[in-house]
């Protein structure tokens, strides 16, 4: 039987394992790398979340690509093609702007959920505290992994993005994804995962 501490440590090195291995074997289909135009800046945010609950409990949400009031409440007003078939399009207005967006690339497995779009530029105002910030385009591959045996999900947020405001675009591409995911998992009761996964099956509770 192991101690508590050394169950601990072995459930860390676990949890470190699968993350590194999905993460160099998943190879993203897309090179989300893009080039900016004239006068316009690249910049990259990766952000990655877990949580206490299973797969099943976002992707029941996040599952179409037609639907993103989740994220920031979006609406989608216009829509071309079908849904969840990269080449299909949706569009909205997004705080004093259109956006539209493209889907390249989706991924539906048992265990993980994924999707690959690229942004149009457009110029929109963040906040009421916030200049107008000009995107001139963007792209971002979203994932959701079934990890923990299936009791808990990791998930991450590449997106890279031409502006006129590297600092501000960082700021939102942040704000925005923090506040949805963590408003998702709220949504139906999943708490951030600490480190540990949950009731691990060979170790004592104490
Ligand atoms: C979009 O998803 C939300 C949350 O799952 C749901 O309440 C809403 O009815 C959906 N909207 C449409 C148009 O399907
Ligand atoms: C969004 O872009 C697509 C592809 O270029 C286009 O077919 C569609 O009409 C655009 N939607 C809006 C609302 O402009
Ligand atoms: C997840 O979904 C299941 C049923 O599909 C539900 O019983 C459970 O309460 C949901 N939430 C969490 C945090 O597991």
Redesign the pocket.
């Known amino acids: 039987m192991l101690s508590s501490v050394a169950c601990r440590a072995l459930a860390i090195a676990f949890i470190g394992l699968t993350l590194t291995n999905s993460v160099q074997g998943s190879n993203h289909p897309i090179s989300n790398d893009i080039v900016c135009p004239a006068n316009s800046h690249v910049s990259f945010v990766h952000n990655s979340y877990t949580y206490n609950a299973p797969l099943h409990n976002f992707t029941d949400?996040t599952g179409s690509f037609f639907?993103i009031?989740?994220y920031g409440g979006t609406v989608v007003s216009s829509t071309t093609g079908t849904d969840n078939v990269p080449g299909a399009t949706r569009s909205g207005p997004f705080a004093g702007g259109i956006y539209n967006e493209t889907l390249t690339a989706i991924e539906k497995r048992p265990d993980a959920l994924l999707f690959s779009y690229h942004g149009k530029g457009f110029t929109f105002t963040p906040g009421p505290s916030y200049p107008a910030l000009r995107w001139d385009g963007y792209t971002e591959t979203m994932r959701f992994e079934s990890i923990c045996g299936g009791k808990a999900t990791y998930i991450d947020v590449l997106t890279y993005t031409c502006s006129n405001n590297q600092r501000l675009t960082y700021t939102a591409w942040s704000i925005l994804h923090t506040s949805s995911f963590d408003g998702l998992a709220q949504s139906f009761g999943a708490t951030i995962l600490a480190g540990d996964c949950p009731q691990e099956a060979h170790c004592d509770k104490n």
Request: proline share 0%; aromatic share 24%.
């Open positions: 949400i639907n009031s989740w």
